[in-house]
């Protein structure tokens, strides 16, 4: 983080368990968020690793399940707050019922973050791109 002089860092599928926070040996702080249950799948999971500015700057964090995680975070103006959306959305494999449950979630998260804040969202939302990059050689690879 300290290399390319990032704040926040964003990571998807941890595949931990559970809800919670640990403080690195570096400094950093490390919030997470993966599956709850008892003798859950190591599966999924997404974090949020703050440097020590960030950790100064923040005002809470929520975690919404094993796939979405949020925190805000203050400004210079305080009327204005930042807040960033972690996310690790589920691939085409998925049926559409849990693909339409995780949209409609992070729509509501999303719509609940004051419009007058900052919304980040960033994450792995696992877009998919055609084979096909004929005419855009020069800026997409063939996948």
Not at 12 to 18: A, N
Request: proline letters at 3%; glycine letters at 6%; aromatic letters at 8%.
């Amino acid at each position: 983080m300290k290399r390319y002089n990032q704040e926040v860092l964003g990571i998807s599928e941890t595949f931990w368990t559970q809800v919670g926070q640990q403080r690195l040996t570096s400094g950093e702080l490390l919030l997470y968020s993966g599956h709850e249950e008892e003798n859950a799948p190591h599966t999924q999971g997404v974090a949020l690793m703050l440097c020590k500015q960030a950790q100064k700057a923040l005002i809470g964090w929520e975690s919404h399940g094993p796939r979405i995680i949020k925190a805000s975070f203050k400004t210079k103006n305080e009327s204005i707050s930042i807040n960033v959306i972690q996310c690790y959305a589920p691939t085409n494999d998925y049926n559409e019922y849990a693909k339409d449950r995780f949209y409609d979630r992070l729509q509501s998260i999303i719509e609940k973050c004051p419009t007058k804040d900052l919304t980040i969202l960033i994450g792995d939302l696992n877009d998919q791109v055609e084979m096909n990059n004929t005419g855009y050689e020069d800026i997409m690879g063939r996948h």
